[in-house]
C-alpha cells in the first residue's frame, strides 16, 4: 500500500502492535533539558531503576540560562536548582551533558542538528514542543510530557496512538525579503492554531524543496503552533550535504548505506494524505503577527484588522481581546507599531543563517535610540562561527547586545525578558500574553523583518530603509 514518509518512519518503529493497542515505538534519539526532566529522573531514582540508553540520550542547559556572565552563579533560585539538578541527575544516570560555557551547549533543537545527532528516519522525543524541529530532516520528531519522558527513560520506547496526514504544499518561489518564517506564519494564519490537531504535517512543493535546512527546520519548529504533532520533510540532496561530516554523522561505508535509505523516505506517489492545504509562495510577503496566538498574523503591508471582520464568533472574541492586550487599535498600519525591543534568536530563527541574514540588514546602519535589541546565538557554536564571520561586530557596531546561547527572550524563564508593557518585534515562535514577560507585548517576525525594525523603530522590513 502506498505511504506516506510519516507512515514509513512510524512503521520502522513499532516494537510491539496489539488491537485497540497504541503501538510501542521505538524511540532512536532522546533530548533532554533542565526544565522537563527533573521528575522524570526522580522517578527513576525512586523506582530503582537505570537509564535503559544513555547512548541515546543527550542533554543540554537553555531555557533557563542567562546569556551574560554565564560563569557566575545563577542568581534567580529557581532557574539555578534546575541547572543544578540537571548537572546532579545527569553525573548520576550517565547522560553526556552540555554545560553553559561547553562549546556544544545551546539550545535543545540547534545541538542535535548542528551535533549530526538528527538524521533522516529517525524518531525523536524531547519534553519539549517544538521538537518538530528536528522532522526538517525527515525525523519523525515529538514533544512529550514528562511522565513520558521517564517511559523513554526507563525503556527507550513510548507507547504512541496513530496520526493523520496533512501536506502543506507550496508552489512557486518565494520573493526577495520573503523567508521560511513568513511561510509558516502564514501556514498558521491560514489553517488556525487548532488546524493541526492530531495531524503529521509533511511540507512539500517546489518552494519548501528550495530552501536551506536552516530555513526547513523554522518551519517544521512551528508546526506545534499549528496544534500538529510533528512537522516533516523529505530529505533530499540538501539534508544529505548539510549531515555528512558532521561529529555524528555516518562515516565510510554506513554513510552511504545510511543515504541509500534515506532516499526512500519520501511519500509514495499515489499516497493519499487526510488532508492537503495549497500555498503560493509567489504570493507571500513578509508576515508579522499583531495578536496573542501565532496565527494571529497577517502580512506587514496591511493593518491592525477589525474584530468585526472575524465571521467566527470565537476568533471575533479572540481578536478584541488580543488587541486589547497588544493595547492596539483597528485600522492601524501594522508599519506604524512602534516596538521597544528587538530580539533575534530561539530554536525558530536563531542558527547562523539567522544571523547572517540579521547582520547584513543592519550592518553599516545604528539601531534606533528608542530600541533595546539583543541578539542571542542558538548555540555556542552558532555563536563562535558568527563571531567567525564578524557578524558580532556588526550587531554590535549597530548598537545591539550580543549575548551568550540559550532560550533568552524567547520566553520569560531566565533573565532577558520585556517588562509590562514593552513591545517587540521578535524572531521565535510564541507571542502568547506575558510569554516574553509579564505584561509584554509579542509581534512575531523573521529575522530580515526584526534587523529592519530594529533600525527604524516600528515594524518594517528591509525594502523600507
Ligand atoms: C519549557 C518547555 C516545556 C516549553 C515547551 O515545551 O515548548 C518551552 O520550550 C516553550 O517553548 O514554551
Ligand atoms: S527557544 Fe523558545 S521555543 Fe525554543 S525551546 Fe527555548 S523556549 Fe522553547
Not at 103 to 129: A, E, F, K, N, R
Not at 262 to 270: A, M, N, S
Not at 279 to 286: I, N
Not at 324 to 341: E, F, N, Q, S
Amino acid at each position: 500500500m502506498a505511504r506516506t514518509m510519516a507512515e514509513k518512519v512510524w512503521e520502522e518503529h513499532v516494537v510491539r502492535r496489539a488491537e485497540g493497542e497504541p503501538d510501542l515505538l521505538y524511540i532512536d534519539l532522546h533530548l533532554v533539558h533542565e526544565v522537563t526532566s527533573p521528575q522524570a529522573f526522580e522517578g527513576l531514582r525512586l523506582a530503582n531503576r537505570r537509564l535503559r540508553r544513555p547512548d541515546l540520550t543527550i542533554a543540554t542547559e537553555d531555557h533557563n540560562v542567562p546569556t551574560e556572565n554565564i560563569f557566575l552563579p545563577i542568581a534567580d533560585p529557581v532557574s539555578r536548582t534546575q541547572v543544578e539538578t540537571l548537572r546532579k541527575n545527569a553525573s548520576e544516570f550517565g547522560v553526556r551533558l552540555h554545560q553553559m560555557g561547553d562549546i556544544d551547549q545551546g539550545i535543545v533543537h540547534v545541538i542535535g542538528p548542528q551535533l549530526g545527532l538528527t538524521q533522516p528516519g529517525m524518531t525523536i522525543v524531547c519534553g519539549d514542543s517544538h521538537t518538530s524541529t528536528h522532522g526538517a530532516f525527515g525525523a519523525l520528531a515529538f514533544g512529550i510530557g514528562t511522565s513520558q519522558v521517564e517511559h523513554v527513560m526507563a525503556t527507550q520506547t513510548l507507547p504512541m496512538t496513530p496520526f493523520k496526514t496533512m501536506a502543506v504544499n507550496v508552489t512557486g518561489s518565494l520573493k526577495p525579503g520573503v523567508t521560511a518564517k513568513d511561510i509558516i506564519l502564514a501556514v498558521i494564519a491560514k489553517i488556525g492554531t487548532g488546524g493541526g490537531q492530531g495531524y503529521v504535517i509533511e511540507y512539500r512543493g517546489e518552494a519548501i524543496r528550495a530552501l536551506s535546512m536552516e530555513a526547513r527546520m523554522t518551519i517544521c519548529n512551528m508546526s506545534i503552533e499549528a496544534g500538529a504533532r510533528a512537522g516533516m520533510i523529505a530529505p533530499d540532496q540538501t539534508t544529505f550535504d548539510y549531515i555528512k561530516g558532521r561529529p555524528h554523522a555516518p562515516k565510510g561505508e554506513l554513510w552511504d548505506q545510511a543515504v541509500e535509505y534515506w532516499k526512500t523516505l519520501v511519500t509514495d506517489e499515489d499516497a493519499v494524505f487526510d488532508k492537503e492545504v495549497f500555498l503560493d509562495a509567489d504570493e507571500l510577503s513578509p508576515f508579522v503577527t499583531w495578536g496573542t496566538n501565532p496565527g494571529q498574523g497577517a502580512p506587514l503591508d496591511s493593518v491592525v484588522p477589525d474584530p468585526a471582520s472575524f465571521e467566527d464568533p470565537v476568533e471575533r472574541a479572540a481578536a478584541e481581546k488580543a488587541l486589547a492586550y497588544m493595547d492596539l487599535k483597528p485600522g492601524t498600519p501594522l508599519r506604524d507599531i512602534r516596538v521597544d525591543t528587538v530580539f533575534v534568536g530561539s530554536c525558530t530563527n536563531g542558527r547562523i543563517e539567522d544571523l547572517r541574514a540579521a547582520a547584513e540588514v543592519i550592518k553599516g546602519r545604528k539601531v534606533a535610540d528608542h530600541v533595546r535589541m539583543l541578539v542571542v546565538p542558538g548555540s555556542q557554536r552558532v555563536k563562535e562561527q558568527a563571531a567567525a564571520e564578524g557578524l558580532d561586530e556588526i550587531f554590535k557596531a549597530a548598537g545591539a547586545e550580543w549575548r551568550e546561547a540559550g532560550c533568552s527572550m524567547c520566553l520569560g524563564m531566565n533573565p532577558d525578558t520585556l517588562k509590562p508593557g514593552e513591545r517587540s518585534a521578535s524572531t521565535s515562535n510564541r507571542n502568547f500574553e506575558g510569554r516574553q514577560g509579564k505584561g509584554g507585548r509579542t509581534h512575531l517576525v523573521s529575522p530580515l523583518v526584526a534587523a529592519a525594525t530594529a533600525v527604524r523603530g516600528t515594524l518594517s522590513s528591509p525594502a523600507d530603509l
